[in-house]
């Protein structure tokens, strides 16, 4: 019996195991896969965490990996399918049929990305439409791509695509951005970005491969020919495993405060799952150390 499951080995997941460890509880870390590090690795650069600068996100989360690692922390892989609530724990079963007992969960599952639903999507994925411009950037070199999407991830995917592509689009189905000013200044400063506003894509369409985007503006339905479009349309939260047993909001983000604390006894949410202002690594960081202050109160109290 483990006194906490961290499920999520994200930054938040791994800060949650590097303060239990701190605080002598007997923690596992739950990962999807292995060495997975969640959002982190997808991301070109990190220019916000405090005293990093430009350093890429896959190798902050190779970092957060390792000083988990470090302290001794405990990893299994596993997809988590169904938990259970005990009388004094909860028994959490794995697709491959692991079966984990713990005190208390520190629920740092993540997000997933969200996708249009448009005609072509499914058809295109993997195949000219990808999540990922780290991962994938590489395939549009002197070729002209598109990012669909207005937050930080697309204008991040659109600036880093654009040291690789001859031409970047970034469509967008509103007039304004929603992401930081820093990166909107960015991108206007970059020659071979250019934004359509007000752009609602509608079909992907192409042969073998992707050979354009329809969207539809001001009423009039366009066609923009690229090799390459990357979703950049935001996500949704992987909290289906506690449907039934913690509070929600209307998107499904659980609701939790700053320590993490749910609407159930023992089961604490950290990192972009749960209800925030602010999705960032620090705050995720953040939120997997108050967590454990949360459980480690939690577990004493239990005890006494
Ligand atoms: P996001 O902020 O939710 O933005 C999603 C974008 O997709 C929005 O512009 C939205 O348009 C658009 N969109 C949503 N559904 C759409 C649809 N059906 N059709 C067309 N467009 C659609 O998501 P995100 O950019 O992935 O960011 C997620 C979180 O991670 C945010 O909190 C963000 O700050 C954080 N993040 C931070 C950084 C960084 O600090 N460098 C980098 C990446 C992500 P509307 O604007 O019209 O709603």
Not at 57 to 78: C, I, S, Y
Not at 109 to 136: M, P, W, Y
Not at 201 to 217: D, H, M, N, S
Request: proline share 2%; aromatic share 8%.
């Amino acid at each position: 019996m483990y006194d906490i499951a961290i499920i999520g080995s994200g930054p938040a997941g791994l800060s949650a195991a590097v303060y239990a460890k701190r605080a002598e509880l007997n923690a596992i870390v739950i990962e999807k896969e292995y060495m997975g590090t969640g959002q982190i690795a997808e991301s070109s650069r990190v220019d916000n965490y405090l005293g990093l600068y430009g350093e890429s996100g896959f190798d902050l989360g190779e970092k957060f990996r390792r000083h988990a690692e470090n302290v001794g922390t405990e990893f299994t892989e596993a997809e988590i399918v169904e938990i259970l609530p005990q009388k004094e724990s909860f028994l959490l079963k794995a697709a491959d049929g692991q079966e984990i007992s713990a005190r208390a969960i520190i629920y740092a599952a993540g997000t997933t990305h969200r996708q249009l639903g448009i005609k072509g999507e499914s058809e295109f994925l993997s195949n000219g439409i990808s999540f990922c411009a780290v991962c994938d950037g590489a395939f549009y070199s002197e070729k002209k791509a598109a990012v669909i999407g207005g937050g930080d991830t697309a204008l991040s995917d659109a600036l880093y695509l654009s040291a690789i592509a001859e031409k970047v689009y970034i469509l967008h189905r509103r007039e304004s951005f929603r992401a930081s000013a820093a990166l909107q200044k960015a991108v206007k400063d970059t020659a071979n970005i250019e934004c359509i506003p007000n752009a609602v894509p509608t079909e992907f369409i192409g042969g073998k491969k992707l050979e354009a985007v329809k969207y539809l503006r001001d009423g009039k339905e366009s066609c923009l020919p690229v090799d390459g479009v990357f979703l950049a349309v935001g996500r949704i939260p992987n909290s289906g495993l506690l449907k039934d047993i913690v509070c929600m909001d209307k998107n499904g983000y659980i609701l939790a405060d700053e320590n993490g604390i749910t609407s159930a006894e023992g089961i604490f949410a950290a990192g972009d799952v749960r209800t925030k202002t602010l999705r960032q690594v620090i705050t995720a960081a953040a939120d997997g150390a108050n967590c454990v202050e949360s459980a480690r109160i939690f577990l004493s109290e239990k005890r006494s």
